[in-house]
């Protein structure tokens, strides 16, 4: 991204703010697993070189690796998307009850309208459930002045501390105030089982102190700064945090708001004096009604969802619509729609191809192959989360028995399989499984931006690491069989599938080529010659460089990365080219 720096201040993405946030505050370690869109603000931690910043396989493991830090004396972070915060929920919760001994931050960046995401879960709901604090900035200057505060916060009530994006302050950018980092040491372990070791006798204690600390957090915030009242119309009032302050504002400038920076716990008695001073309240907050419930509970009347609903993110045009019935204007014409495909070059492609022409059922995980799902290709039968291709499969098998299940695949990435695939693998080598399960190893993890992980050889800093060889790991969790397919032949993976399916026991195959996104080097279209019967075959590739226009078959050599899929399903040699890996 191109900064625009002006003396010290810079132009700046919130997520960096995050990171420069952090640094400022003297983080030691971050660890993270990437997830858009949160992907960003490990990757620009990494650009300080004194801040140890690693992928972790999953975001159970990155938190576990930064309470770690913490214990050690060191500041630390750990960043994941909204639903990382389930894998990582295990640690979260008892990290609240044994506290930190420096500094632990955890960045969230939910995905309200599911940009890019399988749902709309309110990570609000999780800083409630465990009991631990969450600020909530509207610009990139407060998500670096949270962060630091967060960092504070932690050490001052012994608690991780939540700070939360959502997908428009995550991506979005506003001036920042740059501060020297905080030269600090480390802060001395202390050994103490009785608050670190929570086993039932100490976390039956650990849950009463826990109680005490958000008493003592809701008492407090009633003057923390990042809260504030804006008084305006004594006509109406608005209670929001986040993007919608922004909303807000441009909506409805004459209206009195009640800014919150901390979003739990809510400074309720302030919140109430505020309610006291318009004749009419709105709380007005993306996905579930978290503050306002919390108001009706105190008995402070206000209207909220009942206006503005419970789904999809909401805009200054929603707002005003909802409220004002003021619609949006309208474009003169519809646009058509854009879907999204798999980049011209994919090696997913080729492999889905194959699966929908065997017309197997298939099911499927999270990364770019999710787009397999959609027309032509329509390869694709379930998502529903990360890793869970291969215990769906292995339930599927049982509860139809293998001749029932010969017909059915399971299809994960190479990253996606690192993160939570493994241990499903494992699951079904021991409860004795008879599953085919697609590893597509196009060496990177694709979807959020191409980040390294445990098996590309590359540290987030691109220095050299240690790489999982995926087919020794595969075998080593007991897998009966174990093929290495090209994923740009589609002859030698149709192969490779049907053999499989003839087999008793797990049977993986690796199909294997790199992202062609990750490839630097310069290659000649292929084209179409007078061969060409106009059959369609091609089309059903879904590559976005072939078209069908006024009946005429093209490629489009702008678009073109010279993969040879085309030229491989082709009956009639009517498309001409050389394969850029040939």
């Given at each position: 991204?191109?900064?625009q720096?002006?003396n010290?201040h810079e132009?700046m993405m919130?997520?960096?703010?995050?990171?420069?946030?952090a640094?400022?505050?003297?983080?030691?370690v971050v660890?993270?697993?990437p997830?858009?869109?949160?992907t960003?603000?490990?990757e620009?931690?990494a650009a300080y070189g004194?801040?140890?910043t690693?992928w972790?396989?999953?975001?159970k493991v990155?938190?576990?690796?930064?309470?770690?830090?913490?214990l050690a004396?060191?500041r630390a972070?750990?960043?994941m998307k909204h639903?990382?915060?389930n894998v990582?929920a295990?640690p979260l919760f008892t990290?609240s009850y044994t506290?930190v001994?420096?500094?632990l931050v955890?960045?969230?960046a939910?995905?309200?309208?599911m940009h890019?995401?399988?749902n709309e879960?309110d990570?609000?709901?999780?800083?409630?459930?465990a009991h631990?604090?969450?600020l909530?900035p509207?610009?990139?200057?407060?998500a670096?002045?949270?962060?630091?505060l967060a960092?504070?916060?932690?050490e001052?009530?012994?608690?991780?501390v939540?700070?939360r994006l959502?997908?428009?302050?995550?991506?979005?950018?506003?001036?920042?105030k740059?501060n020297p980092?905080?030269?600090r040491?480390?802060?001395a372990y202390v050994?103490?089982?009785?608050k670190?070791v929570?086993?039932?006798?100490?976390?039956r204690?650990?849950?009463v102190?826990?109680e005490?600390?958000?008493?003592?957090?809701?008492?407090?915030?009633?003057?923390?700064?990042?809260n504030?009242?804006?008084?305006?119309?004594d006509?109406?009032?608005?209670v929001?945090?986040g993007?919608?302050?922004?909303?807000v504002r441009?909506a409805?400038?004459d209206?009195?708001?009640?800014?919150?920076g901390?979003?739990?716990?809510?400074?309720?008695?302030?919140?109430?004096?505020?309610?006291a001073k318009?004749?009419?309240?709105?709380?007005?907050e993306?996905?579930?009604?978290?503050?306002?419930?919390?108001l009706?509970?105190r008995?402070?009347?206000?209207?909220?969802?009942?206006?503005f609903?419970l789904?999809g993110?909401?805009s200054?045009s929603?707002i005003?619509a909802?409220?004002?019935g003021?619609?949006a204007?309208?474009p003169a014409?519809?646009?058509?729609a854009r879907?999204?495909?798999?980049c011209?070059?994919?090696p997913?492609?080729g492999i889905f191809?194959?699966?929908?022409?065997?017309?197997l059922t298939?099911?499927?995980?999270i990364?770019?192959?999710?787009?397999?799902?959609?027309?032509?290709?329509?390869?694709?039968d379930?998502?529903?989360?990360?890793?869970a291709?291969?215990?769906?499969?292995h339930g599927w098998e049982?509860a139809?028995?293998r001749e029932?299940s010969?017909?059915?695949?399971?299809?994960?990435?190479?990253?996606t399989f690192?993160?939570?695939?493994i241990?499903?693998?494992?699951?079904?080598?021991?409860?004795?499984?008879n599953?085919t399960?697609l590893?597509?190893?196009?060496?990177t993890t694709?979807?959020?931006?191409?980040?390294q992980?445990?098996?590309?050889?590359?540290?987030?800093k691109?220095?050299n690491?240690p790489?999982?060889?995926?087919?020794?790991?595969?075998?080593?969790?007991?897998?009966?069989?174990?093929r290495?397919?090209?994923?740009y032949?589609?002859?030698?993976c149709d192969s490779a599938?049907?053999a499989?399916?003839?087999?008793?026991g797990v049977?993986?195959?690796?199909?294997?080529?790199a992202c062609r996104?990750?490839?630097?080097g310069?290659?000649n279209?292929?084209?179409i010659n007078d061969?060409?019967?106009k059959?369609?075959a091609?089309?059903?590739l879904?590559?976005?460089?072939?078209?069908?226009?006024?009946g005429?078959m093209?490629?489009?050599?702008?678009l073109?990365?010279?993969?040879g899929?085309?030229?491989?399903v082709c009956?009639f040699h009517?498309?001409?080219g050389?394969?850029f890996?040939?």
């Amino acid at each position: 991204m191109s900064k625009q720096q002006i003396n010290s201040h810079e132009l700046m993405m919130a997520n960096a703010a995050v990171a420069r946030g952090a640094y400022e505050a003297g983080v030691s370690v971050v660890s993270s697993y990437p997830g858009t869109p949160s992907t960003e603000i490990t990757e620009y931690a990494a650009a300080y070189g004194s801040v140890h910043t690693e992928w972790a396989p999953n975001e159970k493991v990155a938190l576990e690796v930064a309470y770690g830090a913490s214990l050690a004396g060191g500041r630390a972070m750990s960043c994941m998307k909204h639903v990382g915060v389930n894998v990582a929920a295990d640690p979260l919760f008892t990290a609240s009850y044994t506290g930190v001994n420096a500094g632990l931050v955890i960045a969230v960046a939910d995905d309200p309208g599911m940009h890019s995401s399988q749902n709309e879960q309110d990570s609000r709901c999780y800083a409630k459930a465990a009991h631990i604090p969450m600020l909530e900035p509207s610009d990139s200057a407060e998500a670096k002045d949270y962060t630091a505060l967060a960092f504070e916060l932690s050490e001052r009530y012994d608690t991780p501390v939540f700070v939360r994006l959502t997908t428009r302050i995550a991506h979005s950018q506003s001036i920042v105030k740059l501060n020297p980092p905080l030269s600090r040491g480390l802060r001395a372990y202390v050994k103490d089982a009785a608050k670190y070791v929570s086993v039932p006798a100490n976390a039956r204690k650990m849950h009463v102190k826990v109680e005490v600390r958000m008493k003592r957090l809701s008492a407090d915030c009633e003057s923390f700064e990042l809260n504030r009242q804006e008084l305006r119309s004594d006509k109406l009032g608005v209670v929001c945090a986040g993007a919608i302050y922004q909303y807000v504002r441009e909506a409805l400038p004459d209206a009195s708001v009640f800014k919150l920076g901390m979003v739990h716990p809510l400074p309720l008695n302030s919140i109430e004096k505020f309610a006291a001073k318009v004749e009419r309240l709105l709380v007005i907050e993306e996905l579930e009604p978290v503050i306002e419930d919390a108001l009706k509970a105190r008995g402070i009347a206000c209207e909220g969802k009942e206006i503005f609903g419970l789904q999809g993110e909401y805009s200054v045009s929603r707002i005003r619509a909802s409220l004002l019935g003021k619609q949006a204007p309208q474009p003169a014409h519809e646009l058509p729609a854009r879907p999204p495909v798999l980049c011209a070059g994919c090696p997913h492609r080729g492999i889905f191809y194959v699966l929908a022409r065997q017309k197997l059922t298939v099911l499927g995980d999270i990364g770019c192959y999710s787009l397999g799902a959609g027309a032509p290709l329509s390869s694709m039968d379930t998502i529903l989360c990360m890793g869970a291709s291969v215990g769906m499969a292995h339930g599927w098998e049982k509860a139809q028995g293998r001749e029932g299940s010969r017909g059915t695949v399971a299809v994960i990435g190479d990253s996606t399989f690192m993160h939570s695939g493994i241990t499903g693998l494992i699951n079904a080598v021991y409860n004795k499984s008879n599953i085919t399960l697609l590893i597509l190893d196009n060496s990177t993890t694709g979807m959020t931006g191409h980040q390294q992980n445990p098996a590309t050889g590359k540290s987030i800093k691109g220095e050299n690491a240690p790489a999982i060889d995926l087919e020794t790991l595969c075998r080593a969790c007991g897998a009966f069989s174990v093929r290495i397919a090209d994923a740009y032949s589609t002859k030698e993976c149709d192969s490779a599938i049907k053999a499989a399916l003839t087999e008793d026991g797990v049977s993986v195959i690796i199909v294997r080529r790199a992202c062609r996104l990750l490839e630097k080097g310069v290659s000649n279209p292929f084209e179409i010659n007078d061969l060409c019967k106009k059959c369609g075959a091609c089309l059903k590739l879904g590559c976005p460089a072939i078209r069908y226009v006024d009946g005429v078959m093209s490629i489009d050599g702008a678009l073109c990365n010279a993969c040879g899929l085309c030229a491989g399903v082709c009956k009639f040699h009517a498309i001409e080219g050389e394969r850029f890996c040939d």
